[in-house]
């Protein structure tokens, strides 16, 4: 393999940086730290969440990443059902979620829709809506998503005794948009090979600004871009790796990568860059806004629009010098397993190597997956 890897170096410049390490104990209890900001906290799964009418109202969004916990769920939910979504039921019947006071569901995939139906009848969260997602951009969608939006605005004001107005929804909006740039200028480092931190390591940044309060953290993650922005991180020879698909439930996937002797050089995932990539454009109707930017984002698979995701995808191989992609995604989800022969097309024409995973979010199947990552690697370095 040769020299010190990225991850190993990154590791050891993070841990002379205090926010970071600040950052990490956080991530060991976000619920806690939740509880302590003294409001409500609203659960949430998909990345088409409009978060910002969740914040003007004065609550705490969370996103719900749970472990492996299906066993009651089971009973409830088929077991070809996604793997994380039955989980996220687990993680409820058992009582894990009891302190959230609200769920919102996007109608994203067939699965998250029977959760909707699932949970009002199983858990105890009070709230729960389902919102209604086009899977286009046009005129109509944006309009019909925009009336989808204010009636959510209404109910969250009917459950939650509060009143949202213009303003509130344009300071969140700013809120959300700071938190994007600060992302999308620690991956515009990565791509130009100045960023001292893994892959690994940026996912979980990615990830507290999902489960921690929003305003809190964001002051952290400026503080922490900032003590990045001046390293120098000499370039490796190591083969550059993507990683593409749903959502990584775990960074585990990245860090075997990055053990393996790879760099992870971006990534793909509605648990990564598809989270933040693209700002909101503020308009004189915020809501409408919304509308626009959750219908015009970098889509996921279970949007119509699949050639706009691949250029996206064949794009971001470039910028970052990609060596290989890998395709992960969890069990049963047929939107992104519909992708994936579409995508492996596009990246053998340009002669890129893949390596396709799938996961059935149990901690048993990692040895499979390590072992594939490892020959794959094997692979890369010959080309490198």
């Known amino acids: 393999m ?4 990225r991850r190993s170096r990154g590791a050891e410049f993070i841990r002379k940086v205090a926010t970071f390490s600040r950052i990490e104990g956080l991530l060991k209890d976000p ?23 969740i914040l003007a109202a004065g609550i705490a969004p969370h996103r719900i990443i749970p472990e492996a916990t299906s066993d009651m769920a089971d009973s409830y939910l088929h077991s070809n059902f996604c793997p994380y979504i039955r989980s996220s039921l687990g993680k409820a019947t058992k009582g894990d979620l009891d302190f959230m006071e609200g769920l919102v569901l996007v109608n994203s995939c067939d699965g998250l829709r029977r959760l909707y139906d699932a949970w009002r009848l199983y858990a105890k969260t009070p709230h729960v809506y389902l919102v209604d997602l086009p899977r286009v951009s046009t005129d109509v969608a944006v309009g019909h998503f925009r009336e989808t939006l204010i009636r959510f605005k209404g109910q969250l004001e009917e459950g939650f005794g509060v009143s949202i107005f213009e303003g509130d929804i344009e300071e969140a909006i700013s809120l959300s948009n700071r938190g994007r740039r600060l992302f999308k200028e620690l991956y515009n480092l990565r791509k130009a090979h ?115 995701r691949l250029d996206h995808v064949m794009d971001l191989v470039v910028d970052f010098e990609v060596h290989g ?27 890129i190597p893949s390596l396709f995973l799938d996961s059935d979010y149990t901690p048993g199947t990692m040895g499979r997956l390590k072992t594939r990552i490892e020959a794959f690697l094997e692979m890369l370095r010959e080309h490198v």
């Open 325 to 351: 992609v890998i395709c992960y995604t969890l069990k049963f989800c047929d939107t992104f397993l519909y992708d994936i022969p579409l995508l492996k097309k596009r990246l053998d024409d340009q002669g």
């Open 194 to 308: 100045k960023l001292s931190i893994s892959g690994s390591q940026v996912l979980d940044l990615v990830k507290g600004d999902m489960v921690l309060p929003k305003d809190h953290y964001l002051g952290l993650l400026q503080k922490l871009v900032g003590e990045l922005r001046d390293g120098a991180v000499p370039r490796t020879n190591l083969p550059r790796v993507m990683i593409t698909g749903s959502l990584l439930e775990d960074p585990g996937i990245a860090d075997l990568v990055e053990k393996a002797g790879g760099e992870v050089a971006c990534d793909d995932l509605c648990t990564g860059s598809r989270y933040f990539w693209e700002c909101i454009e503020q308009d004189d109707d915020p809501i409408l806004a919304l509308s626009r930017h959750y219908l015009s984002k970098i889509p996921c698979a279970r949007m119509m629009d699949s050639n706009r």
């Open 31 to 53: 619920i806690g730290i939740l509880k302590n900001a003294h409001k409500p906290i609203m659960g949430w799964l998909c990345c088409y969440t409009p978060l910002e009418i």
């Open 2 to 5: 040769g020299g010190v890897s």
